[in-house]
T-cell receptor, first 112, second 114 residues
Framework: GESVGLHLPTLSVQEGDNSIINCAYSNSASDYFIWYKQESGKGPQFIIDIRSNMDKRQGQRVTVLLNKTVKHLSLQIAATQPGDSAVYFCAEPRPGSYQLTFGKGTKLSVIP | NAGVTQTPKFRVLKTGQSMTLLCAQD?????MYWYRQDPGMGLRLIHY???????AKGEVPDGYNVSRLKKQNFLLGLESAAPSQTSVYFC?????????????FGPGTRLTVL
């Protein structure tokens, strides 16, 4: 079935280093992906999105890469800061539906 | 703007009790959603609404009911709570339907059913 999953449930990085969070998807027809950030005790917050006609999209300190060949996307955070500590989710719309399918999340911990 | 607010923040129920979770948004959004979040399961859609007076089932609707009597409010009801409904509940709203970019989430309600 269709699924959006994450390779690593936890990730610890040193402050100032770059972080890479990965996500795999199974539906080759998926054409839109979203990354959310969820801080402890808060609701998810939109970070960045990408459409399938793009391989890369950059935001402020974040970059999303999409590899349609292997059905994989990643979120890169440059110069990771303590405020980046959170759980990160990838999500995609369900085929034929507006509903979103969320991945299970990766917890990013930044070591000062 | 307060964005999306949820009440209560925490609640403990006994099996069989009922309760209503309230979601309010002040962004004049047409669409509203209720999700539950469980460890290792990510977010799953319970019910949603595409406008005042309309509701529809999401991925996991059983055991829940919803109402959207006013555009700014979306209520989630548990008629007879079960331990399996222990979860964190998030409400969200959006101006557009069909993408995740525009969904704004509330802070969540942590519900424990004993």
């Amino acid at each position: 079935g269709e699924s959006v999953g994450l390779h690593l449930p936890t990730l610890s990085v040193q402050e100032g280093d770059n972080s890479i969070i990965n996500c795999a998807y199974s539906n080759s027809a998926s054409d839109y992906f979203i990354w959310y950030k969820q801080e402890s005790g808060k609701g998810p917050q939109f970070i960045i999105d990408i459409r399938s006609n793009m391989d890369k999209r950059q935001g402020q300190r974040v970059t999303v890469l999409l590899n349609k060949t292997v059905k994989h996307l990643s979120l890169q955070i440059a110069a990771t800061q303590p405020g980046d500590s959170a759980v990160y989710f990838c999500a995609e719309p369900r085929p034929g539906s507006y509903q979103l399918t969320f991945g299970k999340g990766t917890k990013l911990s930044v070591i000062p | 703007n307060a964005g999306v607010t949820q009440t209560p923040k925490f609640r403990v129920l006994k099996t069989g009790q009922s309760m209503t979770l309230l979601c309010a948004q002040d962004m004049n959004h047409e669409y509203m959603y209720w999700y539950r979040q469980d460890p290792g399961m990510g977010l799953r859609l319970i019910h949603y609404s595409v406008g005042e007076g309309t509701t529809a089932k999401g991925e996991v609707p059983d055991g829940y009911n919803v109402s959207r009597l006013k555009k700014q409010n979306f209520l989630l009801g548990l008629e007879s709570a079960a331990p399996s409904q222990t979860s964190v509940y998030f409400c969200a709203s959006s101006l557009l339907l069909g993408t995740g970019k525009e969904q704004f989430f509330g802070p969540g309600t942590r519900l424990t059913v004993l």
